[in-house]
């Protein structure tokens, strides 16, 4: 009887471990400091990190003289609001990894045609003829994703 409880008891630690495991694969470590690093970090936060780091192609759709413009956004951004991160009126707000907002501004705007000046957390993105300009407040939400609103200024 001892052998068949101590057999058990090896089993659900192993049981433990591998559903660690999986978990961290599954989330990585990124994710995993956000959590832990946060009070404000639940469900909805962690599947939104899990959605940001498939880096898919974005875009947001805006009017411009009543046509429907595509904007790029940093791959794989995930829109994200709830009553603990509101969006300020008028904007939408997102959430993206540090590396794809990196690639994002060295990389994707320039390819799409846009320029952009910084001035602190605000961002301002126009095209060559300023027909499309587009704000964005920048902040951290953990060490490796960031919030950005969006705003379309003209």
Request: aromatic content about 10%; charged content about 20%; some cysteine.
């Amino acid at each position: 009887m001892h052998t068949k409880k101590r057999n058990i008891l090896i089993a659900i630690i192993i049981l433990i471990v591998l559903t660690v495991s999986i978990i961290i694969a599954v989330l990585n470590h990124d994710i995993l400091r956000a959590v832990f690093g946060s009070e404000k970090v639940g469900m909805y936060e962690i599947a939104a990190m899990i959605e940001c780091k498939s880096e898919n192609e974005s875009n947001i759709i805006f009017a411009v003289d009543d046509i429907q413009v595509p904007f790029p956004l940093p791959n794989g951004a995930v829109e994200f609001e709830n009553a603990a991160y509101p969006a300020r009126e008028g904007s939408t707000q997102y959430l993206v990894t540090a590396d794809a907002w990196k690639t994002y501004q060295l990389v994707t705007l320039p390819q799409c045609g846009f320029e952009f000046d910084q001035m602190g957390a605000w961002i301002e993105i126009s095209n060559a003829d300023n027909s499309m300009r587009v704000g964005m407040h920048v902040s951290m939400f953990s060490i490796s994703f960031l919030r950005i609103e969006v705003t379309k200024l003209s």
